[in-house]
């Protein structure tokens, strides 16, 4: 078994589903986002240079096609830690991003995903 693939094994259905959506950034593949997203899925970036707030999974889908994932070379998250409430349906991954946007100014950042599945 792979170390990905034991890994996964150990996580949380929901915690998995997270570092999903995370390795479909990483690959730049919105197509990959599709099945994650609930057809009510929200997406808010609030100040951030692709600023949204957005609803619905295909439109959220969309908007990493057209607008997130072809201003980038690269992009790279890295889930730093990943907390679960048992007692809701929430995942909160705090990650760490290496980006390398087509403006030639790379950087790095940190932040959190707050992620309610249903």
């Not at 809701?88 to 990650?95: F, L, M, R, S, Y």
């Amino acid at each position: 078994m792979s170390a990905d693939a034991e890994a996964s094994s150990r996580r949380s259905p929901n915690a998995d589903l997270v570092y999903k959506m995370v390795d479909a950034y990483c690959a730049m593949d919105a197509d990959a986002l599709r099945p994650l997203l609930h057809p009510k899925s929200k997406h808010s970036a609030p100040g951030s240079d692709f600023g949204t707030d957005i609803e619905g999974g295909d439109t959220i889908v969309e908007y990493f096609r057209n607008n997130v994932f072809p201003s980038f070379h690269k992009v790279r998250f890295e889930i730093v830690n990943c907390y679960e409430d048992k007692t809701q349906p929430v995942v909160i991954a705090e990650w760490r991003s290496h980006l390398n946007p087509k403006t030639g100014k790379d950087y790095s950042n940190n932040g959190a995903f707050f992620i309610e599945l249903r």
